[in-house]
């Protein structure tokens, strides 16, 4: 079965420090990535996806099939990005493309 | 409302209880989804419909039923629940389903607490 797995449950950095937010898949094809974000009270939301090779807020994920990872980087952490942060795969069975296979979430806390 | 909608925000219920969770989408999206947010757990892929057909079950257990009258709305409907499926049930949208580019839409979820 298809799994999304992000191994770090809780990061806390300071203010201006570097953030990577660990992402690994496990699919044999070709993956269909996602990083989605749940600040304090909001909804969960699409942060960036990798077939669009995007910066969000700061934000960027590089596929990296060799290691079959998928982190989220961003050089100088901002307090407004504490939240949960979600990797997620399409899922494939049957020859089709199902909904999202969601990582466990990495709570993401910037310190001042 | 814009976006995704779910009703209630909260629902308590007995074991012997019947209830239903709504999402309704004025997105304009033809798919829909039912996640699974528990404690301790991943978000849970439960139903999806694309165009009003279901295209997935993940495995649900048959007190679970999924409904999809029309592709703006959606509903779960709870039956004879166990004190292990309390969770927060999220509803998304995406204009189709499970493509690269596509991007889902999520409700604020409905906690739901089984006593």
């Known amino acids: 079965a298809q799994r999304v797995t992000q191994p770090e449950k809780l990061l806390s950095v300071f203010k201006g420090a570097p953030v990577e937010l660990k992402c690994n898949y496990s699919?044999?094809?070709?993956?269909?990535l996602f990083w989605y974000v749940q600040y304090s009270r909001q909804r969960l939301q699409l942060l960036l996806r990798?077939?669009s090779r995007e910066s969000i807020k700061g934000f960027t994920a590089d596929l990296n099939k060799g290691e079959t990872s998928f982190h989220l980087k961003k050089p100088f952490a901002q307090e407004e990005d504490s939240a949960m942060y979600y990797c997620?795969?399409?899922?494939?069975?049957?020859?089709?493309?199902?909904?999202?296979?969601f990582g466990k979430g990495t709570h993401l806390i910037i310190q001042p | 409302e814009t976006g995704v909608t779910q009703t209630p925000r909260h629902l308590v219920m007995g074991m012997t209880n019947k209830k239903s969770l709504k999402c309704e989408q004025h997105?304009?999206?033809?798919?829909m989804y039912w996640y699974k947010q528990s404690a301790k757990k991943p978000l849970e892929l439960m139903f999806v419909?694309?165009?009003?057909?279901?295209?997935e079950n993940n495995s649900v257990p048959s007190r679970f039923s999924p409904e999809c009258p029309n592709s703006s709305h959606l509903f779960l409907h709870l039956h004879t629940l166990q004190p292990e499926d309390s969770a927060l049930y999220l509803c998304?949208?995406?204009?189709?389903?499970?493509?690269?580019?596509?991007?889902?839409?999520f409700g604020s979820g409905t906690q739901l607490s089984v006593l």
């Open positions: 419909y694309n165009f009003k057909e279901q295209t």
């Open positions: 990798h077939i």
């Open positions: 699919y044999s094809g070709s993956p269909e």
């Open positions: 998304a949208s995406s204009q189709v389903q499970g493509r690269a580019e596509e991007k889902l839409f």
């Open positions: 997620a795969n399409v899922g494939h069975s049957g020859g089709g493309a199902d909904g999202l296979t």
């Open positions: 997105l304009g999206h033809n798919a």
